[in-house]
């Protein structure tokens, strides 16, 4: 049955899109904005604009107009008739990095409530998803307040996404938790009205208020960004002390206290998330005077930083000291796998870098060639993990899916010059590489 309640999406991104699908699915009546036309359009074809498993799914169960579908999913450009329609409006625009600064670019988020307050002349709940700096709410609230025609019957929720790109449907219809600042006992029940099916499916449901909304998700990444950065620090360590920080992660992740996930050794994190939002959360608490508090964050970002050079350098090194000329396969453009999201992606950064060193460099990604070559048309592209290792006097392995695991290294082996394999994720079985003849290395492990 369909629920009363009418839900809209602003910004129908990776966020967003998935958030507009997961709605309809839980039986909500959706209506998304983008002021990107071409993204509603594709997506009122039941297209997704970007690859996130399960998500065109969705799209072809629920919108309007497709064969068999429910309707209840559909787009708009115009800001009248989202607020016509809906009594919840979720805001998922992005919040990139500034650029030159750490400071995060919150111009779409103003100009979602800047465009949407002038038409809400009814009661209704604007929900924000976006990451923001903490305090953000507390002044949005005034804005919309101001501008809304329905005066405080508009009201402002804070309620963060902690959805992880690859699994973003899965993470939306059964979420870990749901963190709901809520200024008042009518957004607490509409929120608890929209979150109904997980909630009965048991995901704790966490009432605060907005600023503590706010926070958790800078703290949340925070804390994910420095376990990969530590275990990256520990790799640093091993190759000077001839340790294996595979062996080591395995054994630390034992102590149910520290646990397994997230102690991934290698080219360290990127993406649209982790990278901005840890320099975000530096820059606020800078402005509000316990830059201290957070100051290990530099450190964090740092030592990420540098796996990247030391993946060049091993590279190099690998190579006879020089990467002129030499031909270097890369596997992976991605920031992470079952996604073809490159933003600030270690893959593609690792790639560039050495093209720029004078190394001929040909890339495959299983979904993100294309994005690829938009930020770096100057790398050649291949088709497939062979062809992009003809020739090659290396292969890179930089962005770990599933596919590259499943490789055969006798199959590769026959199309490169030289066998060998550099591990930039700790992924690949190095006995595997090394019984079909080749050379294998990794950061922060052994040698032989
Ligand atoms: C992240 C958070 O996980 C999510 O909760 C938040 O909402 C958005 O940011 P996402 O950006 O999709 O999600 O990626 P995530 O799975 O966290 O991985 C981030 C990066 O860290 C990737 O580049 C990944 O390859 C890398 N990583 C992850 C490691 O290098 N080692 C690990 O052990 C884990």
Redesign the pocket.
């Known amino acids: 049955m369909n629920s009363p309640t009418k839900i809209t999406v602003i910004g129908l991104g990776?966020l967003g899109a998935t958030h507009a699908a997961a709605m309809a699915e839980m039986g909500f009546e959706v209506l998304g904005l983008d002021i990107v036309p071409e993204k509603t359009e594709e997506l009122a074809r039941g297209r997704s604009p970007i690859y996130e498993p399960g998500l065109e799914d969705l799209l072809r169960r629920h919108v309007a107009g497709l064969p068999d579908s429910t309707g209840r999913l559909s787009f708009t450009t115009s800001w009248a008739d989202l607020a016509a329609f809906g009594d919840v409006h979720f805001i998922c625009v992005n919040t990139p990095q500034r650029a030159g600064e750490y400071a995060c670019d919150m111009s779409y988020v103003e100009a979602a409530v800047e465009s949407l307050a002038p038409h809400l002349d009814r009661p209704a709940l604007v929900v924000g998803k976006s990451?923001v700096p903490v305090g953000s709410a507390a002044r949005l609230t005034r804005r919309l307040v101001e501008l809304a025609p329905a005066g405080e019957a508009a009201e402002l929720a804070w309620n963060?996404?902690?959805?992880?790109?690859?699994?973003?449907v899965e993470?939306t219809l059964r979420p870990d938790r749901i963190v709901a600042g809520c200024p008042s006992e009518r957004a607490e029940t509409l929120l608890r009205e929209v979150y109904a099916r997980p909630i009965a499916a048991g995901s704790p449901f966490l009432v605060t208020d907005l600023p503590t909304a706010e926070l958790v998700?800078s703290a949340?990444?925070a804390f994910?960004?420095t376990?990969?950065s530590f275990?990256?620090a520990m790799a640093e360590i091993c190759e000077a002390a001839d340790g294996d920080v595979v062996m080591l992660a395995e054994a630390l992740g034992h102590d149910d206290r520290i646990g397994k996930?997230?102690?991934?050794?290698?080219?360290?994190?990127?993406?649209?998330?982790?990278p901005k939002?840890i320099r975000a959360f530096m820059a606020r608490a800078g402005e509000l005077g316990v830059a201290d508090a957070v100051s290990f964050l530099r450190e964090i970002d740092s030592i990420n930083m540098r796996r990247r050079g030391a993946m060049v350098e091993l590279t190099k090194e690998t190579l006879g000291g020089t990467l002129l000329g030499k031909r270097v396969a890369v596997l992976g453009a991605a920031?992470?796998?079952d996604?073809d999201?490159v933003r600030d992606?270690?893959a593609l950064n690792i790639a560039g870098q050495l093209h720029l060193q004078g190394a001929q460099v040909t890339v495959f990604d299983p979904k993100a060639n294309e994005n690829a070559r938009r930020v770096f048309p100057t790398l050649r592209y291949a088709g497939t993990a062979i062809e992009a290792a003809e020739h090659a006097d290396a292969v890179l392995h930089l962005?770990?899916w599933r596919a590259f695991r499943e490789l055969d290294p006798e199959a590769v082996g026959e199309v490169v010059a030289e066998r060998r394999i550099l591990d930039g994720?700790n992924t690949l079985d190095p006995e595997l590489w090394r019984k079909a003849g080749w050379t294998y290395r990794a950061l922060g492990r052994p040698t032989a």
């Open positions: 990776y990451t963060p996404e902690f959805l992880r790109e690859g699994y973003a993470d998700k949340a990444n994910l960004s376990k990969i275990i990256n996930k997230f102690l991934q050794a290698g080219i360290g994190f990127g993406g649209g998330c982790l939002d920031f992470k796998p996604s999201d992606s270690p962005t770990p994720r």
